[in-house]
């Protein structure tokens, strides 16, 4: 059984990761650092930006961090789920059949454009997501651990695209943008690429052994019954929304209580605070829900403005009740 990691040093190797990544990516230091967090709960990331914005180039630095093995996925029309899950096949000189793995048995995925696969493509996700294992030919293999999927998608792109269905949605932990650059920042991107990639430069800050510690560990931090009450009240409130015709799961709950779990631990802390559920909400829940039409078409609403708008309603408990 592995040692129990305490709160300083899941802070202390959080930090170390993100100042790796902050080497090759420039700014976005917020996203990196919810990323961490989505892999120190066990969950799995749904980049949705345009192309250009370093969707894959993060989770390559995070990988290369954590020093564990990588396999990107290009996900096209034609993929079948044998190209991801693996597939047994006939060895004619061995005289039996053969498994031969797919890429999904690596410890980081990256899933390229997850909605230009099929439904049924997307699908085979699914149980590896939830699970942490695939079925092939009724045989069970389970995966690697850690095992962490960063999916990517570009939300302008609609033609030849397959949007991802609400229930491979909801297994995603967090939905995340990584956004434009600022004019400095874009300065500092020039600057940093002008002669080579820093990304060949960069050497792992830890591996393996130390993210199944953190992911066993995170479960320690206390979450207040008030908090507890405060994240239920906010679930609640997506379920009986005016523009909101389908809400958070319980699934989603259970999220937004192990994200805010993580990030007091990036923050050293062995407890929840309101704040911390109010910065992770946002990106745990705004997928989650579905609005209805006409907050849609009007333009005037999307997800991530209705969860804003929950947030400034739901009543915070008071410093005293944590």
Known sequence: ???????????????????????????????????????????????????????????????????????????????????????????????????????????????DEINRATPRT??????????????????????????????????????????????QLDRFFMRLKIGYPSPDEGMAILNRFERSSPFPEIAGVANAEDIIRVQDSITAVKVSSDVKKYIIEMVEMTRNHERIVLGVSPRGSLALMKASQARAALRGRDFVTPDDVKHVAVPVLAHRIILKGHAVTSGMMNSEVVISDILKKAQVPLESDV
Not at 36 to 64: M, N, Q
Not at 76 to 90: A, H, K, M, R, S
Not at 145 to 160: D, L, M
């Open 122 to 167: 997307q699908s085979s996700l699914l149980e590896c997501m939830e699970e942490c294992q695939v079925t092939i030919d009724g045989e069970t293999r389970k995966l690697s651990r850690p095992f962490f999927v960063i999916a990517t998608q570009n939300p302008v792109e609609i033609q030849g695209t397959f949007p991802l269905p609400e229930a």
């Open 1 to 111: 059984m592995q040692a129990i990691m305490k709160i300083d040093e899941i802070r202390d190797l959080g930090n170390k990761i993100k100042e790796n990544i902050s080497k090759v990516i420039v700014g976005k230091e917020e996203v990196i650092e919810l990323v961490i967090a989505a892999l120190f709960c066990s969950g799995h990331v749904l980049l949705e930006d345009v192309p250009g914005v370093g969707k894959t180039l993060l989770a390559r630095c995070l990988a290369k961090s954590i020093d564990c093995e990588f396999k990107r996925i290009q996900f096209t029309p034609d993929l079948l789920p044998t190209d991801l899950t693996g597939i047994n096949y006939y060895n004619q000189k061995a005289g039996e059949f053969v498994f031969r793995a797919g890429p999904v048995f690596a410890n980081i995925i990256l899933a």
